[in-house]
Structures are given as C-alpha cells and as structure tokens.
C-alpha cells in the first residue's frame, strides 16, 4: 500500500512540476501579448521592442523546456510548434534576423546555436 502511495505521490507530483512550469512560462507570454502586432498592422507600429521581448521570451522557453527540464517535453508538445507559426510572419523573421546581427543575447553562443536550430534557423 505504501508503494502504491508513493508511485502515485511521484506522478502526481511531476504533473504539478510540469503544470507549474507550464504556467509560469505562459504568464511571462501574456504579459507581452496584448502589445503584439496583429495581422496586416504597419511596420511603423513595431517600434515599441514587442518583438524583441517576444524573442527573448521565446528563447527562455527553448531553454527551461530543453535545459532545465527536458523530461516534461513541453517544448515539442506545445512552445516550439507556436513560434514556429510566427516564423511564417516577415515582421517576426525580419526582427530575430535583426537581433542576430546586433548580437542580442540569448544566453551563451552554444545554447543560441541550439535555440536557433531548434527553430529552423540556420548558419547561426
């Protein structure tokens, strides 16, 4: 019976982990999210570093899903097939391109390499 216990002690618990981790990382989303430019918005409209935050978001979640907590998979299971969507749009391109050539920080140059990667982004 105590064996029982405890196993179902330790999923419940990774649950919460991953529940919690979850949660955290789409607060500091929302938190930039109303300040996104919509569809069919001026290039003039992108001036107020939405994007730049929203990539040094992004890059905070490739790195607690893969380095920090890799065993939850949250990365593939949700956060990379959602930036993946704003790769599509010119703005959201052209703006990490542009944080790539004033080599804006995303941690150490081989974490950014795998970020980047992970992304689809090549010759980083």
């Known amino acids: 019976m105590v064996g029982v216990y405890s196993q179902r002690a330790l999923v419940n618990s990774k649950k919460n982990s991953k529940t919690d981790i979850f949660l955290s990382l789409r607060a500091a989303y929302i938190n930039i999210h109303g300040d996104f430019p919509r569809k069919g918005c001026e290039k003039t409209d992108l001036n107020n570093?939405?994007?730049e935050r929203y990539w040094l978001?992004?890059?905070n979640e490739w790195y607690v899903?893969?380095?920090i907590c890799p065993e939850h998979n949250l990365w593939d299971e949700f956060f990379k097939p959602a930036i993946m969507g704003a790769l599509e749009r010119d703005e959201y391109k052209e703006k990490l391109e542009s944080m790539m050539a004033k080599k804006i920080c995303f941690g150490d140059s081989e974490h950014k390499k795998k970020f980047l990667r992970s992304i689809g982004i090549k010759n980083s």
């Open 49 to 51: 570093g939405v994007l």
């Open 57 to 59: 978001n992004a890059y």
């Open 65 to 67: 899903t893969n380095i």
